[in-house]
Every structure is written in C-alpha cells, then in structure tokens.
C-alpha cells in the first residue's frame, strides 16, 4: 500500500510540474511574439545582412584595387616573380609587395629559395640468402 502512495504523489508531483514549466515557456514564448519585439528582431537580423552585404562589398573593392595594381605593375615591367630567373633586387622604400595578388608589408616577407642539388646515386647490394 505505501508503495502505491508514493508513486501516485511522485506523479502527481511530476504531473504539477510539468504544467508550471509548460505554462512559464509558454507565457515567455507568447511575450517573446509581440509585435514589438518581432519587428525589433526583423530590423536586427536585416541590418546585420546590410552591414555583411556592405563589408563584402568592401572586400571586393579592395580585392579589384590589388589586382589592378598587379597587372599594372606587370604591364609596366615593374613586377618581378620569384620564377621568372632573375636576381631579385632589394626592396627599397615605397615598393609594394604582393603575395598572392595581397598587398603585404615589407618587414613581413622573407623570400627563401631551395636549391635542389642532385644527390649522388648509392649502389646497395643486394643481400641474398640462400636456404
């Protein structure tokens, strides 16, 4: 008998419970859909895409300017690439740097070369064994 009260009182307990939880996410839900708030949230979420729209719009514009540059300078002659052979001269004041068509600083290049010397060639004997 004492078992079958105190599982009736935990659901009742759980049954009561539940409702209040249900009730409290409903009232926060239903205050949360005012047309207050649902107009401030459409406002929040259509600036944050403008102001996205605008930084790649930004972005892109920079990206054509770097590139313009580029092939000017290219056009010009006044461009050297580490596979075109030749010696590279020291970068002097007012260079500008590309990496990857990126507009870089000077202090933050360090132009290594790897010169690939043919190895020579090792004879290895082969080691048989007989059984």
Known sequence: MIKRLIWFVSGIVAG?????????RVKRTIGSMGPVKVANRAADATRGRLSAIGDAFRDGRQAMRDREAELKARRD????????????????????ILVDGTPVSPGRVIVLRQVDEPTPRRHRRSIRRHR
Do not use: K, N, Q
């Open 16 to 24: 009561v419970s539940g409702v209040l939880f249900a009730g409290r």
């Open 77 to 96: 002659g006044r461009i050297d690439t580490l596979d075109s052979g030749s010696a590279i001269a020291p970068i002097e004041p007012g260079d500008s």
